[in-house]
Nanobody, 124 residues
Framework: QVLLVESGGGLVQVGGSLRLYCVASGLTFGRYAMGWFRQAPGKERKFVAA????????YYSDSEKGRFTISRDNARDTVYLQMNSLKPEDTAVYYC?????????????????WGQGTQVTVSS
């Protein structure tokens, strides 16, 4: 059974930082590209960032580029999302996902496994 478990969310003030974690089990982690997506209340889920299996290649949504950093540690089966300069519009449930593709991808359909999400709330 594949499990992706996110953590690290919480309440933070505008301009603050959070680091999200996603620990994977039940799959060969190093063979999967990993992605982070988010869904704000009443809105569709949208792509945030992705990283290839090796950790060398990354891809970001334009609105997060320069503020968020995705990374991974294949020895720990973990992917991270460092979020800086947080804004109220970053408030959402953040999901990690695993996809059996070589390159980082923003396309949801290319991800086979999803976590349950972690809430991030940015207060002004």
């Amino acid at each position: 059974q594949v499990l992706l478990v996110e953590s690290g969310g919480g309440l933070v003030q505008v301009g603050g930082s959070l680091r999200l974690y996603c620990v994977a089990s039940g799959l060969t982690f190093g063979r999967y590209a990993m992605g982070w997506f988010r869904q704000a209340p009443g809105k569709e889920r949208k792509f945030v960032a992705a990283i290839d299996w090796s950790g060398v290649s990354t891809y970001y949504s334009d609105s997060e580029k320069g503020r968020f950093t995705i990374s991974r540690d294949n020895a720990r089966d973990t992917v991270y999302l460092q979020m800086n300069s947080l804004k109220p519009e970053d408030t959402a449930v953040y999901y990690c996902a695993a996809g059996p593709v070589r390159k980082p991808t923003p396309i949801e359909a290319e991800y086979d496994y999803w976590g349950q999400g972690t809430q991030v709330t940015v207060s002004s």
